[in-house]
């Protein structure tokens, strides 16, 4: 039978282990936040607001790209609509719009599809897009590649479909 003076040492060292267990794993933690930020620095940089993504800026994309991946075309613009684009496509991935504006160079998507994009994330609801005759659900853009894309609701509907594109 352990003695008094054991059970006190058994039960002042209890807290000590524990406290340096629980610093053990704020280490661990604030190991973990600090690749999860790393990460998301090498996969591209968002705005301080979570509204504007520019990623991929190597990448080249088309509509058969998009589509290979899942994305369901619903209806195709005249490029003319959006001076400087190549192609545009108003469709859906994960039951969210998305509007994709295609150019002919990452550096064509930031030079002519960065100013139409933030007019159209500043509207405020109930103000129609000139594309989509709808209600303006398009909050935030993704520059990727050269691409351009209009995010439904919050810049993660478009975080979806690039974590899934090659």
Wanted: proline share 6%; net charge negative.
């Amino acid at each position: 039978m352990p003695s008094s003076a054991q059970k006190r040492a058994t039960f002042i060292g209890m807290p000590t282990l524990l406290l340096a267990g629980v610093a053990l794993l704020l280490v661990v933690v604030a190991g973990c936040g600090s690749s999860e930020a790393a990460v998301e620095v090498d996969a591209g940089s968002t705005d301080e607001e979570g509204l504007r993504l520019t990623t991929r800026p190597e990448a080249m994309y088309s509509i058969e790209d998009l589509t290979a991946v899942g994305f369901k075309k619903n209806k195709q613009f005249d490029p003319e609509a959006v001076p400087g684009s190549i192609d545009i496509w108003y469709g859906f991935f994960s039951q969210r719009d998305i509007e994709v504006r295609f150019y002919e160079s990452h550096a064509d998507a930031l030079k002519f599809g960065v100013e139409p994009a933030e007019v159209i994330i500043a509207r405020t609801a109930g103000q129609r897009d000139p594309l989509i005759p709808v209600v303006n659900l398009y909050p935030a853009y993704a520059v990727v590649g050269n691409t351009v894309m209009l995010c439904e609701r919050q810049l993660s509907t478009c975080e979806v479909l690039i974590a899934v594109l090659p």
